[in-house]
Antibody
């Protein structure tokens, strides 16, 4: 099983970025997919998650209205779009699979390699 | 929701044991047995080392153990090794989110 994310992005303030996360080697629709970011030198920050089978999503308060999580089940790919980018959105963005079948938890057992998003004017 | 509280740093000598605490509230750590721990080496992807408070994924050393009392979870690493030097993060399920601790830098002296 693996998650492969799209490449690094450089964006201007106010723009949007869309990161993809292609899953393989497991049943994509059976596990919640989480998105986590890590600013340079900082800790992990949970952004939200969605359940591929139903499309149900949960967003962290900090990202409500600015982040959009979607998926394309035909190609086992999850997407995270973040709009209204600010300088402090510069971070590594990870997709991470929940370890539990069908159930949302706090254990992420499979991670993408990370996508560096740089917000710069 | 606020991040879980972890000490910024801990240290220990090879062979010793250390414990990292993770303090939350009854709405997160204290309310559910869904606390996890991650290890992250510099420039690397986080790795799950403990789930559901005290369970180890396959392949994780038995030197890592987890526990919980009330609103505080703990990660204990016994027989410290140089390779254990890394950042450690706890996480907890809540009814509407997942939250992380601020992270703890472990230095092996």
């Amino acid at each position: 099983a693996q998650l492969v994310q799209s490449g690094a992005e450089v964006k201007k303030p106010g723009a949007s970025v869309k990161v993809s996360c292609k899953a393989s080697g497991y049943a994509f629709t059976g596990y919640h997919m989480h998105w986590v970011r890590q600013a340079p030198g900082q800790g992990l920050e949970w952004m939200g998650c969605f359940y591929p089978s139903s499309g149900d999503t949960i967003y962290a308060q900090n990202f409500q209205g600015r982040a959009t999580l979607t998926r394309d089940m035909s190609i086992n790919t999850a997407y995270m779009e973040l709009s209204g980018l600010k300088f402090d959105d510069t971070a590594v963005y990870y997709c991470a699979r929940d370890s539990q079948w069908l159930v949302r938890g706090s254990a992420f057992d499979l991670w993408g390699q990370g996508t560096v998003v740089t917000v710069s004017s | 929701q606020s991040a879980l509280t972890q000490p910024a740093s801990v240290s220990g000598s090879p062979g010793q044991s250390i414990t990292i605490s993770c303090t939350g509230t009854s709405s997160d750590v204290g309310g559910y047995n869904s606390v996890s721990w991650f290890q992250q080496h510099p420039g690397k992807v986080p790795k799950l080392i403990i789930y559901e408070v005290s369970n180890r994924p396959s392949g994780v050393s038995s030197r890592f153990s987890g526990s919980k009392s009330g609103n505080t979870a703990s990660l204990t690493i016994s027989g410290l090794q140089a390779e254990d030097e890394a950042d450690y993060y706890c996480s907890s399920y809540t009814s509407r989110s997942t939250i992380f601790g601020g992270g703890t830098k472990l230095t092996v002296l």
